[in-house]
């Protein structure tokens, strides 16, 4: 009889939905584990890796792959038929895999992109699997487990799960790299938790305990962007209590605001920046900037090949260290990362689909319930925010890249139904032909029924 019942509960949480928690949550360490990222690991423990942790790294990121493609195949029909919603992030997938031909380090780009294309597919897979509703509660059941744990790191285990460089000793990282990923992962935890609509208990205890471990990061810059986050968050709300009508002229008014917003920051950005504790050059970054941007000069049109640029002292990143006068691993900006690893190639296919998910979702906002459309917003407005002055999308196991692919994939998905029960209440016919439009408007939606 209790075996009958674990095997009842098991069979609600669901065996799939377990799995994808646990891949999520590796992408969201950034796979910071010794054999994987070596760097990012040795931030985090600020110990050199031994080669027990090497292969358990290693042996990590088979096991991971390895699932990913057990359940794109198990679930290959319906994968199939959602395969066009990757569009544009599929040829970035793809270009990095062919960045092995001129990558100036062929092996690292080979065991790097080929992971980076098994985690598009993942997210394909995560968007194809699961409505928007589930994908969220799947991701905030993740992320608070991973607050959880970096407050059980940070009180009972402060040699990792304490930010220990200069000057940032005492702020916490938790489960992550350092404090900047723990605030970044905080943040994103807390959009999926304000797009699942009304707070009752559980999302109320998430929420806290995401800005909890957010404020605890002590990581500035994600203060600053979860206020964004939050302004963006009120706006949704008001614009979804507004008529259809007025929908349209709220969006254009809050997308000149944001606008006059960014030229506001860009002409007195000084005077931002002392007000939140920095130098004007963003702690030396645009110092970084500068050095990256004679690198891509050499390189332009399709980089040093993806993963291939940062090798320490060794080719071109050695220039940019000598320059600087010290060690660096990546930009810290998102979109000078691309350039350098993909080249311009990648920087024009990334404006492609980012360009192509807004356009496809102008008129999900402007028709749908906005409450079907925060987490999209959310994601899309979070990107480009975070890569200005860090290294997110093509992060090697980041988390934010399946992010992104799963909600341009939900927004190429939504869009579809959308049009076709457009069709289905515009067209005229008789019953049975009304019969035949209504199964084919609700055939994809089905291809993602769990």
Known sequence: MRCGKAASTMSRVGVAELICAGILAFFAMQGA??????????????????????????????????????????????????????????????????????????????????????????????????????????????????????????????????????????????????????????????????????????????????????????????????????????????IGQSTPSFRAVLIYLVVALAVMAVVAIWMYFPLLAALLGRDATLTGRTAIWQQVWQAIVKHPLLGYGYAAFWRGMKGESYNVILALKFVIFHAHNGFLEIWLELGAAGVLLFVLSYARAWRKLWPLLLHRRMADCSWMIFVLVLVVLYDLDENTLLTFNGLFWVVYVAVVANIEILSVEHKAQHLLRMAPGNEMEQISRRRQASALAASRGI
């Not at 790294?57 to 792959?65: F, M």
């Open 33 to 238: 584990i010794p054999g994987i990222a070596p760097n990012q690991a040795n931030e985090m423990t600020n110990t050199a890796a031994t080669g027990l942790m090497k292969v358990a790294g290693i042996g990590s990121q088979i096991l991971v792959d390895g699932t990913i493609l057990v359940l794109v195949l198990h679930q290959w029909r319906r994968f199939y038929r959602l395969a066009f919603t990757l569009q544009w992030t599929a040829a970035i997938s793809a270009l990095a895999l062919l960045s092995i031909l001129w990558s100036q380090d062929a092996v690292m780009t080979a065991r790097r992109a080929v992971p980076f294309a098994l985690a598009t597919l993942f997210g394909l897979y995560f968007a194809a699997r699961y409505p928007v509703r589930k994908q969220l509660s799947i991701f905030c059941a993740t992320m608070l487990f991973a607050a959880l744990g970096s407050a059980v790191l940070a009180i009972f285990f402060p040699a990792i799960g304490l930010e220990a460089s200069t000057g940032h000793f005492g702020n916490w990282q938790g489960v992550f790299t350092q404090k900047n990923a723990c605030g970044r992962a905080m943040v994103f935890a807390t959009a999926a938790v304000l797009a699942c609509g009304r707070l009752n208990l559980y999302r109320l205890v998430c929420l806290l305990a995401f800005l909890f471990v957010l404020i605890m990061s002590g990581t500035r810059g994600a203060w600053v962007i979860e206020g964004a986050l939050l302004l963006c968050y009120m706006l949704t709300r008001i």
